[in-house]
């Protein structure tokens, strides 16, 4: 796991909404590789389980792959924000 940078929570172009972004993360494969890399879970973390709260999941790719030693990963977030929350 890794934590986020540069949180922010902004109001969206709407009543209602709320936009999250937070700076790209970056994995490093240092002392060897980083195997099956398939998807990317972003958590709210918490003291406890019941604490802990998801917050958006994404699939990268259809299979899993593997991020040699030496090599980085960027999960680049869209220029908008990560995701926009909105009170229906």
Do not use: R, Y
């Not at 890794?2 to 240092?30: H, R």
């Not at 604490?51 to 990963?73: D, E, K, R």
């Amino acid at each position: 796991g890794k934590a986020l940078a540069s949180e922010v929570w902004t109001a969206g172009a709407s009543g209602g909404q709320i936009k999250f972004d937070a700076a790209d993360p970056i994995w490093t494969a240092t002392g060897g590789a980083i195997n099956s890399i398939k998807a990317c879970v972003l958590f709210m973390s918490g003291t406890s389980a019941g604490l802990c709260h998801l917050l958006a999941f994404a699939s990268l790719t259809s299979s899993a792959f593997n991020l040699s030693s030496g090599n980085t990963l960027t999960l680049q977030f869209n220029a908008s924000g990560v995701f926009t929350a909105a009170n229906a």
